[in-house]
């Protein structure tokens, strides 16, 4: 194996230009000689440089990632969207045992301040007339339930998820 690589830190070469005597000729400064040694030096140098920079730039690309998953969790748990349907319960035609209700869950990201979060419920569908009132309840980090207060025998909403907390 070259000296090169069995290095293990790199000490620069402090180098000297060889200087004479303009009179007489004489070496004044033997100057550093450019041989096996000084050059396996270099090389050693530009070896460790490259070992560094690859370190340096594998490091900056792991935070890179782990930077943009934070930005991704951040942007999931500060705003999400999606659509659920509440089918009406059986009844005698004026009373009901329950009013219907159903549970939403959320994927991705817990909310990490729950129940501190505020969800927007809007009918898109089904006997919007005989809704009554969506009512969100029971807000957890990972879903929430909505409820019917209306006769209606099916709705379709779109919920918003608004997280400005987080």
Do not use: C
């Not at 930005?71 to 659920?84: D, E, S, T």
């Not at 089918?87 to 035609?93: C, H, M």
């Not at 909310?111 to 969800?119: E, K, L, R, S, T």
């Amino acid at each position: 194996m070259s000296e090169i690589h069995r290095t293990r830190t790199y000490e620069p070469t402090v180098w000297e230009d060889r200087v004479l005597d303009e009179a007489t000729g004489q070496v004044i400064i033997e100057g550093t000689p450019v041989d096996e040694e000084n050059m396996n030096n270099i090389e050693a140098g530009i070896l460790v440089a490259h070992y560094d920079i690859g370190l340096l730039a594998e490091f900056l690309a792991q935070q890179t990632r782990l930077n943009n998953l934070e930005i991704q969790k951040y942007k999931n748990q500060r705003l999400l969207q999606g659509q659920a349907t509440i089918t009406g319960t059986s009844s005698n035609g004026y009373f009901r045992d329950s009013e219907p209700f159903v549970q939403v869950s959320l994927t991705g990201f817990a909310q990490i301040n729950a129940p501190n979060y505020d969800v927007l419920v809007t009918p898109i569908g089904g006997d919007a007339g005989l809704v009554g009132r969506l009512e969100v309840y029971d807000k957890t980090q990972n879903g929430f339930k909505v409820k019917m207060t209306g006769s209606a025998s099916s709705v379709t909403f779109l919920w918003t998820l608004i997280n400005p907390a987080v």
